[in-house]
């Protein structure tokens, strides 16, 4: 590994697993369709899922702190901004990630457990205008691991921000994915060149396995 990780003063983050993006039945694919695409394939999202239950179990081993970004919305959409009221207005009609409802929740193979944490946000970065921040001083973190979808969204701009505050960033390379393999494959390889560092679950659930030397 090109950096040293430990389970020390290290948090977990994961990114947006949702029904919304991830069920047959949510709102992407209400609005987008099913259907496999060369450009736009929804069904490649799921495949992050068992890389993300693999890593979270790994880090309630390892007593690291596990912690849910959920995008939601107000079910209005009054706090939609540019992306709902011009870029994308259609994702009002299908109740995209409307805050108390199903499509917002983590889907059922992930579901949180008492002692994890949930931060809600409503862009795509999980440190605009939300309490991550606090939690993660509150934790005393200083090392992310971040999984989750969709890897050219809202994981590369959470690890973007976090980079941006002098966090050591490391994305799970195969706990996280995107609805086009290339945005993927871009995005990591764009990271890792100036902002953190790419590592498979098996390398980070292993660093996680070994004591830390104090």
Request: glycine share 6%; with cysteine.
């Amino acid at each position: 590994m090109d950096a040293k990780l430990t389970r020390d003063a290290t948090a977990l983050i994961v990114v947006d697993m949702q029904n919304g993006y991830l069920h047959p039945k949510g709102s992407f694919a209400r609005l987008y369709g099913n259907a496999a695409s060369p450009q736009f394939d929804l069904t490649l999202l799921r495949r992050a899922i068992p890389g993300c239950a693999k890593l979270i179990a790994a880090a309630r081993r390892a007593n690291v702190p596990v912690i849910y970004l959920k995008y939601v919305y107000r079910p209005d959409y009054k706090d939609g901004g540019v992306l709902i009221q011009e870029i994308n207005p259609a994702l009002k009609t299908v109740q995209y990630v409307a805050d108390g409802t199903w499509d917002a929740e983590i889907v059922d193979e992930l579901a949180p457990e008492p002692g994890d944490f949930i931060v809600k946000k409503s862009r795509y970065s999980g440190f605009h205008a939300t309490r991550l921040e606090t939690v993660l001083r509150s934790l005393q973190a200083r090392s992310l691991v971040i999984c989750g979808v969709t890897t050219h969204f809202c994981v590369e701009c959470t690890a973007r921000d976090a980079h941006m505050r002098d966090y050591r960033v490391f994305i799970a390379r195969d706990a996280t994915d995107e609805a086009n393999p290339a945005w993927k494959e871009m995005a990591l390889a764009s990271f890792q060149v100036g902002f953190g560092w790419v590592f498979d679950v098996d390398e980070i659930a292993q660093s996680w396995s070994v004591a830390d030397v104090r």
